[in-house]
């Protein structure tokens, strides 16, 4: 599987843009990039996800560099609740284990303060 | 609510005994999915099941677990013989289609191994 390269953590302050970076030189082209998010003593929690060109939806955005070698994930607007473990997972839905299986790695801890 | 749902949410069980954990998906899901979570990792997937149908359980981690889906429902999920390395977050997760972009995770179950 090709990997992600993530800062193990960030902080930022509440009400202020978060920028979250996830590098994957190796990705192939079928592969999506996934984010999902773990809030202390919770599952985890689908964010967003993108194959090629950015995405936005209501909880944040997905910028896609154009070579596809990294991504930012953006919170437009931090609050306390968005304090969580951040995960960059790749995923190719038409290979084998990536049609059923997401590979986590230790992620981003997003700590927020007030 | 009509989430995942996973019961017990904790279980303190002595070294050797057998626990078993219980899911149930969103109604309309076929798949499902169970991962353990260590301290301080991320999610770490085990099997999955499409309908009845358990498709993948090559990565469960012993021959001491097991899980099944009887009626391509709920979902459980059993170690025998306990040891203290069991000790760890199980989650349950389910998703709709062949492929989907969004795993639907419960608040899983808690194992202490005494």
């Known amino acids: 599987d090709a990997k992600t390269t993530q800062p193990n953590s960030m902080e930022s302050n509440e009400e202020e843009p978060v920028h979250l970076p996830c590098n994957h030189s190796?990705?192939?082209?079928?592969?999506?990039i996934h984010w999902y998010r773990q809030l202390p003593s919770q599952g985890p929690e689908y964010v967003i996800h993108?194959?090629?060109s950015n995405v936005n939806n209501r909880m944040a955005s997905l910028a896609i560099a154009e070579d596809r070698k990294s991504s930012t994930l953006i919170l437009h607007r931090a609050t306390l609740r968005d304090a969580a473990v951040y995960y960059c997972?790749?995923?190719?839905?038409?290979?084998?284990?990536?049609?059923?299986?997401?590979?986590f790695g230790k992620g981003t801890k997003l700590s927020v303060i007030p | 609510d009509t989430g995942v749902s996973q019961d017990p949410r904790h279980k303190i069980t002595k070294r050797g005994q057998n626990v078993t954990f219980r899911c149930d998906p969103i109604?309309?899901?076929?798949?499902l999915y169970w991962y353990r979570q260590t301290l301080g990792q991320g999610p770490e997937f085990l099997t999955y099941?499409?309908?009845?149908?358990?498709?993948?359980k090559s990565r469960l981690l012993s021959d001491r677990f097991s899980a099944e889906r009887p009626k391509g429902s709920f979902s459980t999920l059993e170690i025998q013989r306990t040891e203290q390395g069991d000790s760890a977050m199980y989650l349950c997760?389910?998703?709709?289609?062949?492929?989907?972009?969004?795993?639907?995770f419960g608040e899983g179950s808690r194992l202490t191994v005494l």
């Open positions: 190796t990705i192939s082209g079928t592969d999506y």
């Open positions: 993108g194959l090629t």
């Open positions: 099941f499409q309908n009845e149908a358990q498709l993948e």
């Open positions: 997760a389910s998703s709709l289609g062949q492929y989907t972009g969004e795993l639907f």
């Open positions: 997972i790749l995923r190719d839905p038409y290979s084998g284990a990536g049609s059923y299986q997401l590979t």
């Open positions: 109604s309309e899901h076929n798949r």
